[in-house]
């Protein structure tokens, strides 16, 4: 039982935040994690050293950290130490490391057959940081004995660590096939109903993703452990990784940016551009709960709860900036310069920007327009979905989402069929041919409406006759409604309605109709006296010309009537 209450208190936190916001976290966790360990090297899991000390490894292995003396820096003597070391794990000549304690301090020596004791170091008081320089060196005789013996065991019997590595990499197959088996036909059976959205039957979708996430996770955690295990078998990947990763913390990790009157390094910066990053992502986090959660249970509209969540918004993101630089030690007075260009660019460059934000302060405090309004502005009209600083979104009543400057707000005509109340009134023209009774135009009209649930009853609908128009008697429906992001369809509706009854009750509705009336005459032409003696000798020349294809158009009749009779009275005679 309290599994399952607790599955179901897991699924109903993750209904409430969107994929995208599990990702966006699961990723600042992991970045932030990382960035942490590597800026901090004193941590065991890290190789970088600071500058007064020097670590002393064996085929990538840290042992222990020598500081500086007064003749040799850390590093020379670690690099001495380490190219002894690494002469002595490359042979198979059995070594044995001593403590000589005959002088003041403690020395290191490594016995290597009957040869004179090979000399690696002396333990001095800067070495012992947390005990006698003599405790230390009988601590350090076992570290490096420990990895003497090591190293030429590995060196004397590779194939070992070859079988241990094969095995490991088949152990690895096998986990990843069973993971896959898993998701693939238990994970979702073993979850508890209370996950199942009874909506859909199935479980959430941000479950399913968060679920997916972990199990690649898994997946590349499995991989990336047994290709680490595998390479820390042999010495010299070993080695070699620890090169490489010694590099690039020494690199990134090295504080060469100047800032505030501190150096930092890359990780410093890296690790505070991820903190602003996850600070931001926060304060949407808590504007989207007091929006969804906090403001919705207090009873204010929607317009005074965006404007509560935009300005917690904000005011979060300024107060946790400003504690993330302090606890940082940066120096905001440096900031001061970079303030006054800031400023100068505001004033030149970004004057549509500081104009947009500034015309969003207004629309946010002064609230002429708010959140949940029906507005139309220029060529879009809408509802108000969301103010930010530069823009305003507006969702259309054919669902399209338009971005509209913030000044065009200000400095535009915007109507705004929400603002103080929510009722308005609609009007609807109707025409009706001649002859028509306009009272029963007017009881037709009542009647269309009398019934309509969304239209409002106080103030009552009323019907104007307008005027006498052209074609028709022309009247005014005038009604109120309450719900002004629907008064298209309410029209629509009702002129359903109205052309219904008008037909029903056999009253015209008439068409445009116009008249066309032609006259004939002649045109007062003024032309000149050559124009119209050659029209009159084309129309001489014409009238020659219809005469003579007239005439031999009837001579051709003529022969052709002759032909046929003359073979006609050969055919009788024969």
Known sequence: ???????????????DFSCRRLWRWCCFALITASLILLSHPHTDTVVA?????????????????????????????ARKVNQSLQSLVSKSTQATVIVDVSDDLPVLKVEVGAKQPLYLLTVNSQDAK?????????????????????????????????AIG?????????????????????????????????TTGDQPQSLRFLLKVIFYCLRLALWVGTIGFICGLFPWTRNGIYLIINALVQTFSTPF????????????????????????????????????????????NRGAQEAVAFVANYVLLFIGAMVLFQLWGFDLSSLTVFASV???????????????FISGMVLIFEQPIKVGDFVKVGDYQGTVERINVRSTEIRTLDQVSIIVPNADFLESEVVNWDHGSSISRLQIPVGVAYGTNPKQVREALMDAVADYGSVRKDPP??????????????????????EPEKQFAIKSD?????????????????????????RSGKLPLDLPEELVTSFTQLTQNLEVWLQKQSVNGISSEIHAADNTNSTHQDDGAS
Not at 265 to 280: I, Y
């Open 1 to 15: 039982m309290i599994i399952n209450r607790f599955f179901a208190w897991v699924a109903r936190i993750i209904r």
């Open 49 to 77: 050293q600071t500058l007064d000390s020097e670590k002393v490894e064996v085929d990538g292995i840290p042992l222990f950290e020598l500081s500086s003396s007064k003749a040799f820096p850390a590093e020379d003597r």
């Open 130 to 162: 947390w005990s006698t320089p003599e405790v230390t060196a009988r601590t350090w005789q076992k570290k490096l004995q420990q990895a003497i013996d090591r190293g030429q065991e590995e060196r004397g019997n590779p194939w070992r660590l070859i």
């Open 166 to 198: 094969s095995l490991c990499l088949l152990l690895a197959l096998i986990a990843h096939w069973g993971i896959g088996w898993f998701w693939r036909q238990k994970l979702f059976t073993l979850l508890p109903r209370a996950t199942v959205d009874p």
């Open 257 to 300: 940016i100047p800032a505030g009157g501190k150096s930092y390094s890359v990780l410093d910066v890296a690790l505070l551009l991820v903190l602003l990053a996850g600070l931001m992502n926060l304060a949407k986090t808590v504007q989207h709960l007091l929006r969804s959660r906090v403001l919705g249970a207090t009873g204010l």
């Open 342 to 356: 800031l400023g100068v660019g505001i004033g030149l460059g970004l004057q549509g920007f500081a104009k947009n």
């Open 461 to 482: 609908p009323r019907v104007f006759f307008t005027e006498f128009g052209d074609n028709s008697l022309n009247f005014l429906l005038l009604i109120w409604i309450d």
């Open 494 to 518: 009702l002129n359903f309605r109205i052309e219904t009854i008008l037909r029903h009750r056999e009253i015209e509705i008439p068409f445009p109709q116009r008249d066309l009336h032609l």
